[in-house]
């Protein structure tokens, strides 16, 4: 047999470092999503879960967000919870959805966004468990 053809033989199994056994899956491997196939693009552009302010994502007024979502979820007639978690869920989704690409300020106001926003729903505990402090227990003596 030609030495071309057998280049192109079937390999041994009998080889050990070229086993079949241990070829490597490409389905595997994760691929980047090509630009504009981004689902949570998508959704911010065709969802109507709850019609929001236009813009409102961008104000530096963190009540003025909360309030706006708040009011947003409250008209919502598709809404699938309460008018509390539905603003959150979207403000979270924002959050999220900006991910690394958010600035320090711009996260700052988001997240007060959401101090704001459990303080009007009345969901904001107000004692010293809401401001990152441990509760101690009580030792008798």
Known sequence: MPAHKKAHSRRSSSHPKRSTSRRRSTTSRKKKPSRGRRWSARVTRTSHAMDT????????????????LLNSAKRSKTRKTTPYQSAMSLLNFYENRGGKNLSKGRKHVLDEAKTSLRRIAGRDKGGAASRGHSRRRAHSR
């Open 53 to 68: 302010q236009q813009g409102i994502f961008k104000s530096k007024d963190p009540d003025k967000i909360a309030h706006s």
